[in-house]
């Protein structure tokens, strides 16, 4: 399957330099003509420079957004998806090495079999605060956007993502609501996952509302 075409892939960082250079690495090592689009969030560090080179070296496959400032991992998905010109968007953390080719082959495979199916990769279920929990009737479905495909022509009917420490919360809860699929992955077959590459530095940029959210969730509030 030819995927140059069908699919864009999008790749966000936030002064993780060392890792985003790693993850493109390893995304080119198996995926050297799929459509990247890189955004950097307001970097102070050598993250620019690194993209910048990066880009220009692959100036035929590979579009650079350099945002001023830091808006976040949410809105920055939001930014990118509107510069897709492909219906299908592959979304993945920087904190990623890719194992393996044919992920993505598999991925479109299953979002392509219901013109309804959304989103495809890890499911877990949280809370309406955005905390993981076992499945229940108010649990919602959720999609972990470390390596996730969705289609933007859905995406487009729901709310965006959002700065959150999950920021597709709400869009997913929405999207179960009107019976869009989301579909489960095992990505990682394909995928190592460091965890917390950029947050672990950072934060989830929240402020007070994030420390007000995780006092009431242990509240059970």
Sequence with gaps: MD???IVTAVIINYQTPDLIRHAIASFRKFYPN???ILIDNGSRDESVKIL???QSTQSATTKLVLNKTNIHHGPAMHQAINLCSSDLVLFLDSDCEVLGGGFIEAMIELIEQDKQHYAVGKTEFLNERGFL???NQKSIRYIRPICML???TLYNALPPFQLHGAPCLA???EAAE???GLIE???HKFIFHKGRGTASKFGYGLGIRGKVNYLLNKLNL
């Design 3 to 5: 995927i140059s075409n």
């Design 133 to 135: 929990v076992k499945p």
């Design 185 to 187: 992955f095992d990505i």
């Design 150 to 152: 969705v289609r933007k």
């Design 178 to 180: 009107r019976n869009f």
């Design 34 to 36: 799929v459509q990247l």
């Design 52 to 54: 910048t080179d990066i």
């Design 171 to 173: 869009n997913m809860k």
